[in-house]
């Protein structure tokens, strides 16, 4: 293994900021794609101290707003985001001092928006199945926090110059210089538009023959709008951190010279070939940068040079990207026909557990409460006894009773539990918990749990023409 001589180590830093920038362009290994013949290089901005490339933005416009008197010492920074400018703001908040307040859409991945909250932010979750002008979209909410909060600063990251000048200055700048001034073609997705118009005007400028490749989400407004300047109705899409419903002001169209569209499913699949071949391990946005890149350059000589963005880092979509239930419960995996389905094609990957009759309650707590293992069986010598009896574990800690004395024998509920066996149809499920909150489903292994909400989210996996 080659690594860094020490020479050429970076100093230490004097705080978390000194380390935005500077990513690595990483070759993407030949046969990755058997189609693809030229030089496929990936810039890792999953390796920004945030973990995406919206570092670079969230600490350009504050740095701006400190010198133009917009946002003063005691301010609050008040913002928009899909996750990662949220993320990137409140790192540079919590570093310099100020208070902020991220305002996200509900569709983006839980991982997100616990970091965010991690970093001290105040998060304001809106729905995301509202139109750009109702009162709700998280953009209209972020600007009227902004308004009615004394010393507030919106960065509007959207509309905001510095957003694309922060990608002129560095990020475009830094991949000039990792390719020696050779780049033929650079692709990249827009969400606020700022990263592909500054890398893309910075190449422009000194690489003149680069061509720069738009990516654009089904359902997002901006490709057609390129093609067009006709303005259409966007739809949905779960892609995070790129696409748009309207035409943001840091988008700068004219330094765009052609437009791909990626579905979801590629992106997503895309994202997990790459971890899984090649151990990097990025977000749902890197995925769909990469599976527009592979179409492209497929069309390409060998002697070709194409750069693409890695966003984020994958650990922010371990609910969505990496987790097998979100993927088929999307029908992004190949799902399963209600002809021949069973009770296990409607169970989730979840938390299992058992309790012995000899084990403290305060431990029956803990896999019920933390580990969310509910209902949670009793097992004697491979006995099923019944299950945990949760209102009595309830009415124990609400009497403030010492409950790592107490045995699971005393907490012991064997008056409704049901089974069912993982090879049943699955029309028995759906008729058990008719009645029931949830249900324990035998199978090899033990025993895992099945509930209405697990219906709610699993049964659009059957497929019924099949």
């Known amino acids: 293994m080659e690594v860094t001589p020490i020479s050429e180590l970076q100093p230490i830093s004097a705080n978390i900021l000194d380390a935005v920038g500077n990513t690595p362009l990483v070759r993407l290994p030949a046969g990755f794609d058997p189609e693809v013949k030229c030089e496929v290089l990936l810039k890792l901005e999953f390796m920004n101290p945030s973990g995406s490339i919206k570092d ?7 740095r701006q707003a400190e ?13 928009c985001s899909s996750g990662n400018t949220g993320a990137g703001l409140a790192m540079v908040a919590a570093a310099l001092g100020y208070d902020i307040t991220v305002v996200i859409p509900d569709k983006m991945s839980p991982e997100k928006i616990a970091a965010v909250r991690g970093w001290g932010a105040d998060v304001v979750v809106t729905p995301a199945n509202v139109g750009i002008e109702d009162p709700m979209h998280y953009t209209k909410v972020a600007g009227r926090i902004a308004a009615e909060t004394e010393g507030a600063w919106w960065p509007d990251q959207y509309h905001n110059p510095d957003n694309t000048d922060a990608h002129y200055q560095y990020t475009g700048a830094e991949i000039f210089a990792q390719c020696d001034g050779r780049i033929d073609h650079f692709i990249a997705g827009a969400g606020t538009g700022g990263t592909i118009s ?9 690489a003149p023959n680069c061509k720069v490749v738009g990516v654009d989400p089904v359902g997002s407004v901006l490709e057609h709008y390129w093609r067009t300047k006709e303005l259409i109705e966007g739809g949905s899409y779960a892609v995070e951190g790129v696409g748009e419903e309207e035409v943001p002001r840091a988008w700068d169209a004219s330094v765009i010279d052609d437009y791909l569209v990626v579905n979801d499913k590629d992106s997503f699949l895309m994202a997990r070939k790459l971890a899984r071949a090649t151990g990097i391990f990025a977000g749902g946005s890197s995925g769909f940068n990469l599976a527009a890149t592979l179409r492209y350059a497929r069309n390409l000589p060998a002697d070709a040079r194409v750069v693409t963005l890695l966003p984020d880092y994958g650990k922010a979509y371990l609910s969505k990207v990496y987790n097998d239930d979100y993927l088929r419960d999307c029908n992004y995996l190949e799902g399963v026909s209600a002809s021949t389905a069973t009770v296990g ?27 969310q ?40 509920d064997d008056s409704s539990i049901l089974v069912l066996d ?11 918990l008719a009645h029931h909150d949830s249900v324990l489903v035998k199978d090899a292994d033990g025993y895992s749990s099945l509930s209405r909400n697990d219906l709610l989210r699993s049964l659009t996996r059957l497929n019924h023409t099949k």
């Open 67 to 79: 010198k133009s008197g917009a946002l003063k010492k005691g301010g609050r920074i008040v913002e």
């Open 345 to 371: 094609d409607l169970c989730s990957i979840k938390n299992t557990a058992t309790l012995s009759p000899n084990d403290t309650i305060t431990w029956g707590i803990r896999q019920a409460g933390e580990r």
């Open 373 to 412: 293992v509910r209902p949670l069986p009793v097992i004697d010598n491979d006995n099923l006894l019944g299950i945990f009896d949760e209102d009595k574990a309830i009415e124990l800690l609400s009497n403030g009773s010492d409950t790592s004395s107490m045995l699971v024998r005393d907490c012991l």
């Open 198 to 206: 500054g890398i893309g005007r910075y190449l422009k400028e000194h």
């Open 56 to 62: 670079r933005i969230a600490l350009h416009m504050v």
């Open 422 to 432: 993982v090879s049943q149809p699955w029309q028995d499920a759906t008729a058990a």
